[in-house]
């Protein structure tokens, strides 16, 4: 069965400090993962994706396959990364639907 | 704009009416899905497009719900009958599938509101 967890739901630290939003998945198979992020009251948009190993705002994140998880950090948070971020997989073929976790409400304290 | 743009916004109805809702995709992007989310869950799939082709369904996808995407362009969501249950915010999302995965862009949903 495709599954994403996002074990918190609220998370909430001072501004310049270090954040990790953890994500664990199971699929049978290779999927692609995804962080998107939702800032208030704007659409949900694509922050990163594994494949392209990019840094994206100061964020990145890492597959990991042994563990199957894809964790979200950023050295140094900033009061603009507050915002709602979910985690999600897709197939590599087909239809490649996403599969959302719940979604981790990040809150940066000034 | 040229993103995904979905109408109504906001669609308030009674318990067993029927409502529509219609999504226009990213101009050119041949794949359009239609997901669900619920308060404090992540979107759901419904279903998807490719093209004119509706080609797979979730299982969430009552007979009550139909879709269509006539001429690969826009799409419409009904719900027949509608039940308290359908209340969430619906999802419209597209994308242009070149190579082996593809990103998509969603839209800012349609609230529904059954009472």
């Known amino acids: 069965a495709q599954r994403v967890t996002q074990p918190e739901k609220l998370l909430s630290v001072f501004k310049g400090a270090p954040v990790e939003l953890k994500c664990n998945y199971s699929y049978s198979g290779s999927p692609e993962l995804f962080w998107y992020v939702q800032y208030s009251r704007q659409r949900l948009q694509l922050l990163l994706r594994?494949?392209s190993r990019e840094s994206i705002k100061g964020f990145t994140a890492d597959l990991n396959k042994g563990e199957t998880s894809f964790h979200l950090k950023k050295p140094f948070a900033q009061e603009e990364d507050s915002a709602m971020y979910y985690c999600a997989l897709s197939g590599l073929q087909g239809a490649q639907k996403l599969v959302f976790g719940q979604g981790t409400r990040l809150t940066i304290n000034p | 704009d040229t993103g995904v743009s979905q109408d109504p916004r906001h669609k308030i109805t009674k318990r067993g009416q029927n409502v529509t809702f219609r999504c226009d995709p990213i101009?050119?992007?041949?794949?359009l899905y239609w997901y669900r989310q619920t308060l404090g869950q992540g979107p759901e799939f419904l279903t998807y497009?490719?093209?004119?082709?509706?080609?797979?369904k979730s299982r969430l996808l009552s007979d009550r719900f139909s879709a269509e995407r006539p001429k690969g362009s826009f799409s419409t969501l009904e719900i027949q009958r509608t039940e308290q249950g359908d209340s969430a915010m619906y999802l419209c999302a597209s994308s242009l599938r070149v190579t082996s995965t593809d990103t998509q862009y969603f839209g800012p949903g349609t609230r529904l509101t059954v009472l």
């Open positions: 594994h494949i």
């Open positions: 101009s050119e992007h041949n794949r």
């Open positions: 497009f490719q093209n004119e082709a509706q080609l797979e």
